[in-house]
């Protein structure tokens, strides 16, 4: 039997209340499955650990989770508390930098018993494969001077390395799908980064020719995403473009508290990271309300990448016909709780 060492990171706000149901589920499907088990460590790293410690993280966090097969996080976030931009540098992407998590993959679609607010949702089905280690949210950039006369530059790094391995990916996934790759670019605005983009994309897909393609500006995508989901496949975007369109995703889907993420090291150098989408809502957090599904999802899809495709998809099904038989949370206008949820998704399965 094969036992997978995760570190968990539960994290902020609802994070605490959601990885824990998740596990559970993951612990069931491995159980039910007898090939494989799961060794949870956990890590009590996030916004409590920076106001105790002064760092979202201690020091030496990376090196310790190197020694981890995969990385399972909750949510990051107080900002009541400690500022967006120390909490989310401070951990969560110190990981994704520090790891190579050069790949963020997220899925949407239609599931069975979620009505989305579409009103012809055509049942979608979309993964957004984003290039997660530079572009819009590179680190740099500064601000100089003061008053009338300060300047903020925050400088878009796109190099072809990390474009190419991006693009790649997207292709290799589409071969397992319906075999097309739509490029969101927006080189009618961006004069330098966007037409180096797609000249990428126009060299890469060479490679691929059963796949057909397709290039959209980002603003065109984002209306499509909303009159015709149905009409796409795997989507290749950059950092800040993939972040944008799968929070509509969520949106389409009937609620970003079920979009699940992985943030990928596709060459298995290092731990790859699963999260959800939604954030910390510390609004909700420790009333036992929380969607768990997210979390749940983005379960199923560290069971992909360990190789264990069937039990990914159990768990994918449990989930359908959960919502299916009316067991919903508030989110999704519901009335049932973190827990009943979870309990009627280990039932399932």
Known sequence: MDTYKIAVIPGDGIGKEVVPAAIEVLDEVAK??????????????????????????????????????????????????????????????????????????????????????????????????????????????????????????????????????????????????RKHVTSATKSNGLTYSMPFWDEVFNAVKTDYPEIDTSVTHIDALAAFFVMKPQAFDIIVASNLFGDILTDLGGAIMGSIGIAPAANLNIEREYPSMFEPVHGSAPDIAGKGIANPIGQIWTGKMMLDFLGHSEAGTRVLNAIEKVLASGVKTRDLGGSSSLEEVKAAIIQSL
């Open 32 to 177: 039910l499955d007898g090939s494989f088990q799961f060794q949870w460590t956990y890590f009590p790293w996030g916004c409590d650990y920076y106001l105790e410690h002064g760092e979202m993280m201690p020091d030496n966090g990376l090196e310790v989770l190197k020694q981890y097969d995969q990385i399972f996080l909750g949510a990051v976030g107080m900002p009541e508390l400690v500022p967006d931009h120390i909490s989310l540098w401070g951990l969560l992407i110190k990981i994704r930098r520090g790891m190579k998590q050069s790949i963020n993959v997220r899925p949407a679609k239609l599931l069975q018993g979620l009505e989305s607010p579409l009103k012809n949702p055509h049942d979608f089905d979309i993964t957004v494969v984003r290039e997660n280690s530079e572009g819009e949210y590179s680190d740099s950039g500064g601000r100089i001077h003061s008053g009338n006369d300060e300047i903020a530059i925050q400088n878009a790094i796109f190099t072809r390395k990390s474009t190419e391995r991006a693009m790649r990916y997207a292709f290799e996934l589409a071969q397992d799908s």
